[in-house]
């Protein structure tokens, strides 16, 4: 149970094209997921919070602009890089909340791995 | 200000010796705490929770960690290790405020020789 996927798990693309990238729960509703990045050799970095059916609450430097998160279902959040630039080549994970049992665990994603090129 | 410590960038053991991997916290309320595991080029795998109840949690594939509230710490355990518990482990912390978010340590490489 509390499975998260992630598609695509990578993806390269050139730059100034957008990339979306999907999270799903597969066996739980998700009230709230969430969007990290990871660069290499470090921790992971919180980009966003977004709960279904509301806009999505940006960390303190993340361009919500550049950084469009949707949440339209309990199992799906979407993030899609607009624009996307070299500097934005990055390991991008997310996680979900579960709507019912474990509501304060955490369940990631296995991870896309976006390179601009 | 709320915020985890790892203090070991790496831990390397022999496999079948114990391991031991540092968490240290620091919270204003009673803390969740987590421990995750990172696989190369993978998300996080949740190995266990201490939210209230007894300070020994037991978690997945064989490991467990202590709380401990005097010294603020929640090592993570494992009476045996494998070559295979090689990997990059997360402890993190839930933000006391109401918003679920977590707050993460800079992770520990461990690293289990044959």
């Known amino acids: 149970g509390a499975v998260v996927s992630q598609h695509p798990s990578w993806v390269i693309c050139k730059s100034g094209t957008s990339v979306k990238i999907e999270c799903r729960s597969l066996?739980?509703?998700?009230?709230?997921m969430f969007w990290y990045r990871q660069f290499p050799k470090q921790s992971l970095m919180l980009m966003a919070t977004s709960n279904e059916g509301s806009k999505a609450t940006y960390e303190q430097g993340v361009e919500k602009d550049k950084f469009l998160i949707n949440h339209a279902s309990l199992t799906l959040s979407t993030l899609t890089v607009t624009s996307a630039h070299p500097e934005d080549s990055s390991f991008y994970i997310c996680s979900a909340l579960g709507l019912a049992g474990s509501t304060d665990t955490q369940y990631f994603g296995p991870g896309t791995r976006l390179t601009v090129l | 200000a709320q915020s985890v410590a790892q203090p070991e960038d790496q831990v390397n053991v022999a496999e079948g010796n114990p391991l031991t991997v540092k968490c240290t916290y620091s919270?204003?309320?009673?803390?969740?705490l987590f421990w995750y595991v990172q696989y190369p080029n993978r998300g996080l795998q949740f190995l266990l929770k201490y939210i209230t109840g007894d300070n020994l949690v037991k978690g997945s594939y064989g490991f467990e960690a202590e709380f401990n509230k005097s010294q603020t710490s929640f090592h993570l355990k494992k009476p045996s290790a494998l070559v295979s518990d090689s990997a990059l482990y997360f402890c993190a912390v839930r933000d006391s405020g109401n918003t679920d978010k977590l707050i993460f340590g800079t992770g520990t490489r461990l690293q289990v020789f044959p």
């Open positions: 919270v204003s309320g009673n803390p969740y």
């Open positions: 066996d739980f509703q998700a009230t709230t």
